[in-house]
């Protein structure tokens, strides 16, 4: 189907029209295009000096689009996820839930690039726990990774493309950030799934080290993360600390994005994430 650039100015100017009737027929024209139109308004988006008609045409591209991501998203869980790689395939594709014409493999490239800068370094430190600060002072220092205080409930707080362009974001994203750029060097940092504040920890032949992410990568002691949680209500138990799995690291980033958008009652959008969380527990369980 061939769609024309003039319609497509035509269709989003008037979404900004006053009769609800009128911006229904042009949702839906805008639906019966389909995926064919995904360019065009990607364009008119980025034209758009208006950040209310930005996000409306945003979420029109998300409706159009959903059902390939979903797809995309199911094929990556079918080919398995018991690795931190096919765990970064999986979060890159749920970024395009809020971007759909991302470029997944441009913020793969960085993350390649943020490892050269210190992959040698790395090589020749004299001990492991030289090689984790290397990374950790990579991440919250050089490249100022933080956490995300002034509004943390944003959704681009969960995003990892929004996470890496802002360099801010949730503890579960930074610690990814980390995860990733480890996994690059071979280097032994996982996910550790706790109540209310993901960690991370750093586990070799003589010792284990857990590292806050949200606080620059600072290295904790266990008291200081049973103190913590005993002052939330939660009674600390030991699976609180065991390494986390990949599809529960996936499943809890969705989680995330299910509160930020229902603190936004954006109501749509937290049913389709529903439906990738249960897409995720069913298929990888």
Known sequence: MSVKKSEIESLVYLLDDPDPFVKSQVRNRLFELGETAVPLLDQQKSETNDAESRELINEIIQHITFGSVEQDFMDVLE???SSLEQLENAVFILSRFDNPTLREREYKKKLDRFTEMIADDVRYSLSETQKMHKVLSLVFEDLEFSGSTSDYYNPHNSYLNRVIDRREGLPISLALIVLFIGRRLDLPFYGINMPIHFMMKYKTANEEILIDPFDHGKVVTYDQCYYFLKQNGVEPRSEHFKNSSEEDILARCIRN???SYEKRDKLDT????????????????
């Open 257 to 259: 994005l299910i509160n």
């Open 270 to 285: 937290v049913e389709s994430l529903k439906k990738l969380l249960n897409t995720v527990e069913i298929m990888v369980r």
């Open 79 to 81: 080919g398995g996820l």
